[in-house]
């Protein structure tokens, strides 16, 4: 630090290398009110120094001011139009001060230049708030294969927009997007199997515009989900979850049209199996109960058969 403060001493506050060295350790070092103030120093000599302006806006960020580390990245695209960071950066403060377009443009930036999960998970949230419902189905996938969960909100309102416009309109557009979310769900659910929000939303999507078959299937993940991702056996808000969850399976069962004895015969063992377990340490519990209500109403309905 010394050869640094003399270099800069020696060249008259005209070598700005000296600074950036000081600044960066003192980043490192978590000193971000001094890292700011070298790299400030820097840039007065030589303000073109895009790095300089992005670790500027780092630290002012660090500090807690947003409004000036929104400044400091739009100089670092100003000067460099291709330097992702600074075009993710952009959207991050963009959209917590929900200005959500230009939040989507620079997030878009951002995915053009760098192939990174996050940036494709981001713009696809904001395309789908902002009704750009195929581009989120596209983002959405993107993400999915760089290997990013899709968080379940973004999949949640392209499934309120798909319902909503099927309908509203019998037109091409409206099929075509409902078969693209439903196929984003399903590679969502297969990629995320225990996130209990993934299969809600495909349930909801079958049950407003699709078909028997497909709600049975995404009633028997949903409970599948609760059973390997919460500790049902034990809490009891858990065991109300689940109870409701297998309610909903056995239902969407017996409304299916040509359901075989022996798929009934084997709902009714897991259900079985699901009132033992829970019997053990929450057996006076309402979700316990309910259970239990629901292996009675499977069992009069085979009886009736």
Same mark, same amino acid.
């Given at each position: 630090s010394?050869?640094?403060?003399?270099?800069?001493?020696?060249?008259?506050?005209?070598?700005?290398?000296?600074?950036?060295?000081?600044?960066?350790?003192?980043?490192?070092?978590?000193?971000?009110?001094?890292?700011?103030g070298?790299?400030?120093?820097?840039?007065?000599?030589?303000p073109?120094?895009?790095?300089?302006?992005?670790?500027?806006?780092?630290?002012?960020?660090?500090?807690?001011?947003?409004?000036?580390?929104?400044a400091?990245?739009r100089?670092?695209?100003?000067?460099?139009?291709?330097?992702?960071?600074?075009?993710?950066?952009?959207?991050?403060l963009?959209?917590?001060?929900?200005?959500?377009r230009?939040?989507?443009?620079a997030?878009?930036?951002?995915?053009?230049?760098?192939?990174?999960?996050?940036?494709?998970?981001?713009?696809?949230y904001?395309?789908?708030?902002?009704?750009?419902?195929? +581009?989120?189905?596209? %983002?959405?996938?993107? &993400?999915?294969? /760089?290997?990013?969960?899709?968080?379940? !909100? @973004?999949? #949640?309102?392209?499934?309120?927009a798909?319902?909503?416009?099927?309908?509203?309109?019998d037109g091409?557009?409206?099929?075509?997007?409902?078969?693209?979310?439903?196929?984003?769900?399903?590679?969502?659910?297969?990629? +995320?199997?225990?996130? %209990?929000?993934?299969w &809600?939303?495909? /349930?909801?999507?079958?049950?407003?515009? !699709? @078909?028997? #078959?497909?709600?049975?299937?995404?009633?028997?993940?949903?409970?599948?989900?609760?059973?390997?991702?919460?500790?049902?056996?034990?809490?009891?808000?858990?065991l109300?979850?689940?109870?409701?969850?297998?309610?909903?399976?056995?239902?969407?069962?017996?409304?299916?049209?040509?359901?075989?004895?022996?798929?009934?015969?084997?709902t009714?063992?897991?259900?079985?199996?699901?009132?033992?377990?829970?019997?053990?340490?929450?057996?006076?519990?309402?979700?316990c109960?309910?259970?239990?209500?629901?292996?009675?109403?499977?069992?009069?309905?085979?009886?009736?058969?």
């Amino acid at each position: 630090s010394q050869h640094h403060e003399m270099a800069w001493k020696l060249s008259k506050g005209t070598y700005p290398r000296a600074k950036l060295s000081l600044g960066a350790k003192a980043m490192t070092a978590g000193r971000w009110e001094e890292a700011r103030g070298f790299l400030q120093e820097a840039l007065h000599v030589k303000p073109h120094l895009t790095e300089a302006w992005y670790c500027c806006g780092v630290c002012a960020l660090k500090l807690d001011k947003e409004s000036e580390a929104l400044a400091d990245f739009r100089r670092v695209v100003s000067f460099d139009a291709d330097h992702y960071q600074g075009w993710a950066s952009l959207g991050n403060l963009f959209a917590r001060s929900n200005q959500k377009r230009e939040a989507l443009f620079a997030y878009r930036e951002a995915c053009r230049l760098r192939d990174q999960g996050s940036f494709w998970q981001n713009a696809a949230y904001l395309s789908a708030e902002l009704g750009f419902h195929e +581009e989120a189905v596209f %983002r959405c996938t993107r &993400a999915i294969q /760089l290997g990013e969960p899709v968080h379940p !909100g @973004t999949v #949640g309102l392209l499934s309120q927009a798909v319902a909503k416009n099927s309908k509203a309109s019998d037109g091409t557009g409206s099929r075509r997007l409902l078969s693209k979310v439903r196929d984003l769900l399903k590679l969502c659910c297969k990629c +995320e199997p225990h996130q %209990r929000q993934h299969w &809600a939303n495909a /349930l909801y999507i079958e049950r407003q515009c !699709g @078909t028997k #078959g497909e709600a049975v299937r995404c009633t028997r993940g949903h409970l599948e989900a609760i059973q390997q991702s919460t500790n049902w056996k034990s809490n009891s808000a858990a065991l109300d979850d689940l109870s409701e969850a297998a309610a909903q399976f056995v239902e969407a069962q017996l409304e299916l049209e040509g359901a075989s004895p022996e798929e009934l015969r084997a709902t009714a063992r897991l259900i079985q199996q699901l009132v033992h377990e829970a019997t053990e340490k929450l057996a006076a519990s309402p979700g316990c109960e309910a259970l239990r209500m629901i292996q009675s109403r499977l069992r009069r309905h085979m009886d009736d058969d």
